[in-house]
């Protein structure tokens, strides 16, 4: 079995102060895809190029302290891909992906963190200008290989996906544009939404992230925003699905899912 983790960390050094290593190792997963790294290269330089043994790959935004994501592999990776080509979100850190090439499979591995529009409404114009952007990307490279996306997507897709979601309808990350992208994304585009592939029904457990406001996390008023986003083929070797709460690393959980398949 291939284990798979995503886990925004809302930053490494805050992440790993936690107890995050610690976990990897007993998780031992052989992938984990992190997003808000909240970092530079200097500042992973000697600490943080591996975590419980798994060496890292980067995409660091321009601005320090901001944004971006990273991959820990036990496999090394045939290339590395840094940015979609896109330069506005390219210099925002946003996307890693690492490939697994051989005779037999052309694979891919992606880390992804998709904008916020909380904020106010010009980062919800940049989130909606990102989301046009990366989907032509994913049906493009659907074309040429299989990948598994993960990240902190910051959309909950239906009603069963957040606790409150009749007093979220106006609100960034279940407005009805972002929720109609993710059926596109996995009807018209045919990716796996790989979780609830598993757990179709899914309520309470689902949920991967929770504000820090009103005892969201002790109450469990949470949504359900950190995703695998897998090609058919991969998606079908998922077998098992872990949602991490019993310690609390970030203001999300970590996602681990075991497929039945190997790079």
């Known amino acids: 079995m291939f284990k798979l983790t995503s886990l925004n960390l809302n930053g490494?050094?805050?992440?790993?102060?936690?107890?995050?290593?610690?976990?990897?190792?007993?998780?031992?997963?052989?992938?984990?895809?992190?997003?808000?790294?909240k970092a530079q290269a200097p500042d992973i330089l000697g600490k943080f190029e591996a975590l419980?043994?798994?060496?890292?790959?980067?995409?660091?935004?321009?601005?320090?302290g901001y944004s971006g994501v990273g991959i820990y592999s036990h496999f090394e990776p045939s290339e590395v891909?840094?940015?979609?080509?896109?330069?506005?979100?390219?210099?925002?850190?946003?996307?890693?992906?690492?490939?697994?090439?051989?005779?037999?499979h052309?694979?891919?591995?992606?880390?992804?963190?998709?904008?916020?529009g909380s904020s106010g409404e010009d980062r919800q114009q940049a989130k909606f200008r990102f989301l046009d952007l990366i989907y032509p990307h994913l049906h493009g490279l659907k074309q040429q290989r299989e990948y598994v996306l993960c990240g902190d997507v910051n959309?909950?897709?239906?009603?069963?996906?957040?606790?409150?979601?009749?007093?979220?309808?106006?609100n960034s990350g279940f407005l009805p544009r972002e929720r109609a992208?993710?059926?596109?994304l996995i009807e018209?585009?045919?990716?796996?939404d790989v979780y609830r592939q598993l757990h179709p029904n899914t309520t309470d457990e689902a949920y991967t992230w929770w504000s820090?406001?009103?005892?969201?996390?002790?109450?469990?008023?949470?949504?359900?925003?950190?995703?695998?986003?897998?090609?058919?083929?991969?998606?079908?070797?998922?077998?098992?699905?872990?949602i991490y709460k019993d310690e609390k690393f970030s203001d999300h959980a970590p996602i681990t899912i075991a497929y039945d398949w190997s790079l």
């Open 12 to 37: 490494i050094r805050s992440a790993t102060s936690k107890g995050l290593e610690q976990w990897i190792r007993k998780s031992a997963p052989d992938c984990i895809c992190v997003q808000e790294v």
């Open 52 to 64: 419980a043994d798994l060496p890292g790959h980067f995409h660091f935004a321009e601005k320090k």
């Open 81 to 104: 891909i840094t940015g979609f080509g896109t330069p506005e979100f390219d210099a925002e850190g946003r996307y890693l992906e690492l490939r697994f090439d051989t005779l037999a």
């Open 106 to 116: 052309r694979r891919s591995i992606i880390s992804c963190y998709f904008p916020s």
């Open 155 to 170: 959309i909950a897709h239906r009603e069963i996906d957040l606790k409150n979601w009749k007093s979220n309808q106006k």
């Open 181 to 184: 992208w993710m059926t596109g």
């Open 188 to 192: 018209q585009a045919g990716l796996v």
């Open 212 to 242: 820090n406001r009103g005892q969201a996390y002790a109450k469990n008023v949470g949504w359900r925003l950190d995703y695998h986003l897998a090609t058919e083929g991969l998606a079908a070797g998922a077998r098992t699905v872990e």
